[in-house]
């Protein structure tokens, strides 16, 4: 399972509230992602980072940010939840493939069930 | 941009029937295309992958041919299981610019009834 959590892994929060949502990896990886689950969209891309303190865009980044002060760490932050925030967030690395970082196989986390009422 | 699309769900089987989940994508470039599945309250496992035309992915009885020609990566089994029942995703990661990051289909649900 390439050694990923997620915390928490269920909130119940209230629209206008920050929330930050953790992923922590045990394997040194430096590629990690940070995704939405919603019925009818399979899995959007929120942000993903490249390494500490080198993060980028993905497609659905409005209203999310994420920090990387460590390698095993890679935070999403939503700064003021709104219900349309409600999701499930997965975290996931991906593994070196052929001696390069970032393209190897994604593996994922077991997922953070947030509900922004 | 690159899409994926596979076929809507929920499909429903027997056990020991015959699957197919059908996937087509578009891509700008060269893609690798996977499949993965997640079993009911956990999060994403890799269950095959191909990374160039006619390369044959395997794994636990599925199957999934790269077709390029038609841009196809349908997944097959020959006999289902009852521990089959998932929802399956079909996903691509082009080659050049943005290659770090995969495209997911919606996703299709699999229930098998004993």
């Known amino acids: 399972d390439a050694g990923i959590t997620q915390s928490p892994r269920h909130k119940v929060t209230e629209t206008g509230t920050p929330v930050t949502l953790r992923c922590h990896q045990t394997?040194?990886?430096?590629?990690m992602y940070w995704y939405r689950q919603d019925p009818g969209h399979g899995l959007r891309l929120i942000h993903y980072?490249?390494?500490?303190?080198?993060?980028d865009k993905g497609e659905v980044s409005d209203g999310y940010s994420v920090s990387r002060s460590k390698t095993e760490d890679f935070l999403l932050t939503l700064e003021s939840a709104t219900s349309s925030q409600t999701s499930v967030y997965f975290c996931?690395?991906?593994?070196?493939?052929?001696?390069?970082?970032?393209?190897?196989?994604?593996?994922f986390g077991p997922g953070t069930r947030l509900t922004v009422l | 941009g690159d899409s994926v699309t596979q076929m809507e769900g929920p499909v429903t089987l027997s056990e020991e029937a015959f699957l197919t989940i059908n996937c087509t994508y578009t891509?700008?470039?060269?893609?690798?295309l996977f499949w993965y599945v997640q079993y009911p309250g956990e999060g994403l496992q890799l269950l095959l992958k191909?990374?160039?035309?006619?390369d044959k992915g395997s794994n636990k009885g599925f199957e999934a041919t790269y077709r390029k020609e038609t841009t196809s990566f349908h997944l097959e089994k020959g006999s289902v299981q009852v521990s089959d029942s998932a929802v399956y995703f079909c996903?691509?990661?082009?080659?050049?610019?943005?290659?770090?990051?995969?495209?997911f289909g919606k996703g299709t649900k699999l229930s098998v009834i004993p």
């Open positions: 394997e040194n990886h430096r590629y």
């Open positions: 996931a690395i991906s593994v070196v493939d052929g001696g390069r970082e970032g393209l190897g196989e994604q593996f």
């Open positions: 891509a700008t470039g060269y893609p690798s």
């Open positions: 996903a691509l990661r082009d080659s050049g610019a943005g290659s770090y990051q995969l495209t």
């Open positions: 191909a990374t160039k035309a006619d």
């Open positions: 980072s490249y390494g500490v303190k080198d993060t």
